[in-house]
């Protein structure tokens, strides 16, 4: 069986959909799977061992550039490549109308979300088979549960990621260390910095911890180098690839972050996390609770330093 699944984006999206894909290829090995996700996040697609091909589209990028022609030719050539591909199903995990569109140009059988439970119920017109699955679930339990009612089976067991850590980077020297993921989507997400540099001295104080800080943008740059100034051994991490960002934080002693996409990478790779939770509850957006992973805060509570080493020391191989 030849199968697309449509989960174009964002990283948190891709990571949660993991475990859904692990389980339909215990239940069905053969199963051919094709993924389509947007350019920036198909390295999160190439990181499961057991999608055999990715293929990306760039919907952000046409829409600044719809009225050049190379972006109708990029539009055009997938919408090729996937009407000549023979799927025997097609899967739109995400329900929303910039899946639900390119996964309909595979002219093959659709399945998806129906009108109450899609994000975007206008997705659901889209599909041949719709399913109704609750949106009080956790992200990774929909994505079970969607994949399951689509292949006839009922989801059984803790999920589990199916991935590989990386190597470690070559930059990052012999020793110990702990990532500390201070940048998020919006600053009501943000932990105070003031923690984050009292977090960090204990982690090198107590633990013989190095604290690497990665960063995206400019500003998250200009904090992790304000951070790093502060602390007694840190280290800015260079601009990374999200391959290379699964080898630092896969080969990591710990790892502390916000809502934010690697946070739950973290989580998959089985290493110990605290995911901080500020603004969002952690029920509906919290890393998967393991021997290994734990949540703390929820909308309006800020945990403190003293919950988060606590935390951790709980933790499975912390040390």
């Known amino acids: 069986m030849n199968v697309l699944i449509v989960r174009t984006s964002s990283m948190g999206d891709l990571i949660h959909t993991w475990p859904a894909i692990t389980e339909l290829k215990t239940h069905y090995p053969n199963v051919r799977l094709t993924w389509l996700a947007e350019e920036s996040f198909a390295d999160i697609a190439r990181l499961h061992p057991q999608v055999d091909e990715v293929l990306t589209l760039s919907w952000r990028s046409w829409r600044r550039r719809l009225w050049q022609p190379a972006a109708w030719r990029e539009l055009k050539a997938l919408k090729r490549k996937l009407r000549d591909t023979h799927f025997d199903l097609v899967l739109d995990s995400q329900g929303l109308l910039k899946s639900a569109i390119p996964a309909r140009w595979a002219q093959a059988p659709l399945a998806g979300l129906d009108w109450p439970s899609a994000r975007e119920s206008l997705a659901s017109l889209f599909y041949d088979k719709k399913h109704k699955v609750s949106r009080l679930l956790s992200a990774i339990d929909r994505n079970r549960l969607l994949f399951g009612l689509s292949f006839g089976y009922a989801p059984d067991g803790p999920p589990q990621f199916g991935i590989r850590r990386g190597e470690r980077p070559s930059w990052m020297l012999s020793g110990r260390y702990a990532v500390l993921l201070h940048a998020t989507s919006r600053a009501s997400k943000e932990w105070p910095e003031a923690n984050w540099v009292e977090l960090g001295t204990q982690l ?66 089985n290493v110990p996390v605290a995911a901080i939770y500020t603004d969002t509850d952690p029920q509906q957006t919290g890393v998967v609770e393991t021997p290994w992973a734990t949540n703390l805060g929820n909308i309006g509570q800020c945990p403190t330093v003293q919950a988060v080493l606590e935390a951790l020391q709980s933790r499975r191989d912390w040390a």
């Open 204 to 269: 090198s104080a107590h633990h013989d911890m190095v604290t690497v800080l990665p960063w995206g943008n400019d500003r998250e740059k200009e904090r992790a180098e304000r951070l790093a100034a502060r602390l007694p051994a840190a280290v800015v991490a260079p601009r990374m690839s999200l391959l290379e960002a699964a080898g630092l934080l896969g080969n990591a002693c710990a790892v502390v972050g916000v809502d934010t996409g690697l946070v739950h990478l973290a989580n998959a790779l």
